[in-house]
């Protein structure tokens, strides 16, 4: 009788040891904590260290040199009563809204024609962004000679048209008028190459599909391109505010020679004086540190008062 062979058993397999690193201490990785050190040791000189300084600064009293003086909260109760803070505050209220609501206006004008032309599309963004990288002292005194009243082009051209002179840098309105076309012209271009990345965005085919439905240009842009605009529409208006309400070497330059007491006081009767600029009045020629202070961080939440309201505004307008 056959015996049947003997099959031997398979080994058993081998069973695979997890490989195991040794645990490295956060000393061990000190080479790209220090490639990555500056950055932070910079922001902390002369980010936080700062603010949290400024913050420590508004609840005491200090000229500068002397010894500091505790004062509580007696510097934000005297800067809730007073006047020339609060018209600072309506000055670059005012001055803001005469610059931005123009000024996006042209910049999303502009993007549009940017985004439709076929020839020479960088030679157009250049010239468009270039105000922006210009300096603003410079691009300040010559609009300060464009407003002059007597030799200024902006009369000149009143006088063509037969209207009378208008004393723009010495009149309440006129003031505001001459910085707010001076922001407007700063900021239009660096806004309308912000439009024209987002227009650049939508897919052509929307618009073939308008077109096929029989929508015209301003069908389109109003049901197309300026709902799907809306998040750059709200990054560029949250910036403007930023920008606008902190406002200071566009009135403090064109208005320096307008008022011989101080060159922060904004021209005549402070019509020109923005937040910025009452900030750096108390500060440096009244020599008021502490309360100089104080309406940094009155600017600050009027910053984000402003912000809070435009995103909201915004957002709303989006939901509907």
Same mark, same amino acid.
């Given at each position: 009788?056959?015996?049947?062979?003997?099959?031997?058993?398979?080994?058993?397999? !081998?069973?695979?040891?997890?490989? &195991?690193?040794?645990?490295?201490?956060?000393?061990?990785?000190?080479?790209?904590?220090?490639?990555?050190?500056?950055?932070?040791?910079? %922001? +902390?000189?002369?980010?936080?260290?700062?603010?949290?300084?400024?913050?420590?600064?508004?609840?005491?009293?200090?000229?500068?040199?002397?010894?500091?003086?505790?004062?509580?909260?007696?510097?934000?109760?005297?800067? +809730?009563? =007073?006047?020339?803070?609060?018209?600072?505050?309506?000055?670059?209220?005012?001055?803001?809204? +005469?610059? &931005? !609501?123009?000024? *996006? !206006?042209?910049?999303?004008?502009?993007?549009?024609?940017?985004?439709?032309?076929?020839?020479?599309?960088?030679?157009?963004?250049?010239?468009?962004?270039?105000?922006?990288?210009?300096?603003?002292?410079?691009?300040?005194? *010559?609009?300060?000679?464009?407003? $002059?009243?007597?030799?200024?082009?902006?009369?000149?051209?009143?006088?063509?048209?037969?209207?009378?002179?208008?004393?723009?840098?010495?009149?309440?309105?006129?003031?505001?008028?001459?910085?707010?076309?001076?922001?407007?012209?700063?900021?239009?271009?660096?806004?309308?190459?912000?439009?024209?990345?987002?227009?650049?965005?939508?897919?052509?085919?929307?618009?073939?599909?308008?077109?096929?439905?029989?929508?015209?240009?301003?069908?389109?842009?109003? #049901?197309?391109?300026?709902?799907?605009? #809306?998040?750059?529409?709200?990054?560029?208006? @949250?910036?403007? &505010?930023?920008?606008?309400?902190?406002?200071?070497?566009?009135?403090?330059?064109? +208005?320096?020679?307008? =008022?011989?007491?101080? $060159?922060?006081?904004?021209?005549?009767?402070?019509?020109?004086?923005?937040?910025?600029?009452?900030?750096?009045?108390? &500060?440096?020629?009244?020599? =008021?540190?502490?309360?100089?202070?104080?309406?940094?961080?009155? *600017? !600050?939440?009027?910053?984000?008062? %402003?912000?809070? @309201?435009?995103?909201?505004?915004?957002?709303?307008?989006?939901? =509907?």
């Amino acid at each position: 009788m056959a015996t049947a062979p003997v099959v031997d058993t398979p080994p058993a397999a !081998f069973a695979e040891t997890p490989v &195991t690193h040794p645990k490295k201490g956060i000393l061990s990785y000190w080479r790209l904590y220090a490639a990555i050190s500056p950055f932070y040791l910079l %922001f +902390l000189a002369f980010g936080l260290i700062p603010v949290g300084f400024s913050l420590y600064l508004s609840f005491h009293r200090w000229d500068g040199l002397g010894s500091m003086e505790f004062a509580g909260l007696s510097q934000y109760r005297y800067l +809730l009563s =007073d006047t020339q803070f609060w018209t600072s505050i309506g000055n670059t209220i005012i001055i803001w809204a +005469l610059a &931005t !609501f123009p000024m *996006i !206006f042209l910049a999303m004008v502009t993007a549009v024609m940017l985004n439709s032309a076929v020839r020479f599309k960088n030679l157009y963004r250049f010239a468009y962004f270039l105000p922006n990288v210009t300096s603003i002292v410079a691009v300040a005194i *010559i609009f300060g000679s464009v407003f $002059s009243t007597n030799f200024g082009l902006a009369n000149a051209l009143l006088q063509a048209v037969g209207l009378d002179q208008v004393a723009w840098l010495n009149t309440p309105w006129g003031i505001k008028v001459a910085i707010a076309t001076l922001m407007t012209w700063q900021w239009t271009g660096y806004n309308a190459i912000i439009f024209l990345a987002g227009l650049q965005t939508i897919p052509g085919e929307l618009y073939e599909a308008a077109r096929m439905d029989g929508a015209g240009p301003v069908q389109t842009f109003f #049901r197309i391109t300026l709902p799907l605009m #809306r998040p750059v529409l709200l990054f560029v208006l @949250i910036i403007s &505010t930023v920008t606008g309400l902190q406002t200071f070497s566009e009135p403090q330059v064109l +208005l320096q020679t307008t =008022d011989n007491n101080s $060159s922060f006081a904004g021209g005549p009767g402070h019509s020109g004086q923005t937040m910025v600029l009452y900030f750096f009045q108390q &500060t440096f020629d009244n020599n =008021d540190f502490g309360y100089g202070a104080a309406v940094a961080w009155g *600017i !600050f939440l009027v910053v984000i008062i %402003f912000s809070i @309201i435009n995103w909201r505004l915004v957002q709303r307008r989006g939901e =509907d």
